[in-house]
């Protein structure tokens, strides 16, 4: 894999310097430089190619949620279940991916070392949690996209064979996840966000990765702890229940609408509903008037990022809605489930229904499993990366996509063909269009 280096300075803190740098152990020496280098992780979360593509839209292109109705021959790859190594999409993400991973590293390697009057160590293990939480959620996404890559834990402060990193495998990467979220809970002095890490955050996370391995138990038990006793979604209007989102602000802002809006609303619209995913919401369901304009049926466009005047400029504020309370309500349902309580599951999936507006459904043995994922789909709809992973973690990809091209290969992204190039540790996935 590429490694980009992080070399902090006071003019800047999150600028990127070539392979061949090194850090520079000077630059976070304070509680000023530190909580400095901190806001340059959260800044990289919204680097240009992670916001559209790593979040949201490869994803997204490579299932039945969405059609890749641009131009760009990277992202129709993903549209047409084609990706092939040398995908230079694909490369800029994966990269990104590492450019926050070794930000964050920086930050948990040098901040403990600081000595400073007034800079507590409670402060201190905030901001180093913080940047774990951050590392966990790149690590997730990359982990359960690309499966076997590379674990780096150590800012890149080197140059030649330090660089050369093999991967870990999925267990590995999921294991470090874990532990990272884990201190987050423990270390992290905000108790909820949304736009900063949380206890509550991580404890979230922590049930959507029990729920990825099939932990019913940790799954079940840690999405009601972030809920609460008497927690009722139905109290809490849609896409409000945000636990843990990217914020953006007009002076450093999204163009998220552009990519999802029409030509006539100044967009690219690269990025369309699938038929699929306009069939799947029932008649009444409310969420549809925030997720899907359907007036013109020859293209319909997506509405979760509806700043469409402020898209083409890039100061849309709309956020990416990281996790929310109703992803803890279905983890929750799932899990019950699968430990046979179907009571307590249908009790929790209900909750979504009828927030929606739907006419409640009770869970058993034989509905539940296509039940939730049909519930996922519509509840989350181009939000991330959740349907793609949803199919894949039931065993229902090769069944819903066959139709569209995914097979037995395509159950992990190739690793790009650069990294690999420059690389002697790191071995190109077995399933690649090679």
């Not at 905030?126 to 996404?141: E, G, T």
């Not at 905000?190 to 990765?209: D, I």
């Not at 307590?344 to 009770?362: D, K, M, P, W, Y």
Request: net charge negative; glycine share 6%.
């Amino acid at each position: 894999m590429t490694i980009s280096v992080c070399v902090f300075s006071c003019a800047d803190l999150e600028d990127v310097s070539p392979v061949n740098s090194v850090l520079s152990s000077a630059a976070i020496t304070s509680k000023a430089s530190a909580n400095a280098a901190l806001n340059g992780v959260y800044d990289e979360l919204q680097d240009a190619d992670l916001t559209f593509d790593g979040w949201l839209a490869l994803p997204q292109f490579f299932s039945d949620e969405a059609n890749a109705t641009g131009t760009f021959p990277t992202r129709l790859e993903f549209g047409n279940l084609n990706v092939f190594p040398s995908n230079g999409t694909m490369a800029s993400v994966f990269t990104d991916f590492y450019d926050a991973i070794n930000v964050a590293n920086n930050v948990i390697a040098l901040v403990p070392a600081i000595q400073e009057d007034g800079f507590t160590d409670t402060e201190k293990n905030d901001i180093v949690a913080q940047a774990k939480f951050i590392r966990a959620q790149c690590y997730l996404q990359l982990g359960t996209l690309w499966q076997s890559v590379p674990l780096v834990l150590s800012p890149t402060s080197d140059v030649g064979e330090v660089l050369n990193v093999s991967v870990s495998s999925r267990d590995e990467i999921y294991n470090q996840i874990k532990a990272d979220f884990n201190e987050a809970v423990t270390n992290i002095t905000a108790e909820t966000g949304p736009f900063v890490a949380s206890k509550q955050a991580a404890n979230a996370f922590l049930a959507r990765v029990a729920l990825y391995e099939g932990n019913w138990a940790e799954a079940k038990a840690k999405a009601e702890g972030v809920l609460g006793a008497g927690f009722d979604l139905t109290a809490v209007d849609y896409l409000a229940d945000q636990i843990y989102s990217l914020n953006f602000t007009t002076a450093d802002g999204n163009n998220l609408g552009f990519f999802y809006g029409t030509e006539g609303l100044g967009g690219r619209y690269s990025i369309g509903p699938s038929a699929d995913i306009i069939a799947a919401f029932e008649d009444g369901d409310t969420r549809f008037a925030q997720s899907i304009n359907n007036d013109n049926p020859a293209t319909p466009y997506g509405l979760k990022y509806p700043s469409f005047s402020a898209a083409s400029a890039g100061t849309a504020t709309d956020p990416i809605y990281f996790i929310r309370h109703a992803e803890m309500v279905l983890i929750a349902a799932e899990a019950a489930a699968e430990m046979g309580d179907f009571a307590t599951a249908s009790t929790h999936f209900n909750q979504v229904r009828n927030r929606a507006g739907l006419s409640e459904i009770t869970l058993d043995a034989s509905n539940y499993v296509d039940a939730i994922l049909k519930e996922r789909f519509t509840e989350f709809a181009f939000e991330g990366a959740q349907r793609l992973i949803d199919l894949r973690r039931r065993g229902k990809a090769e069944e819903v996509l066959g139709p569209i091209g995914y097979d037995a290969c395509d159950k992990v992204w190739p690793l790009p063909q650069r990294d690999v190039d420059r690389n002697v540790n790191l071995q190109q996935n077995d399933c690649c269009n090679c």
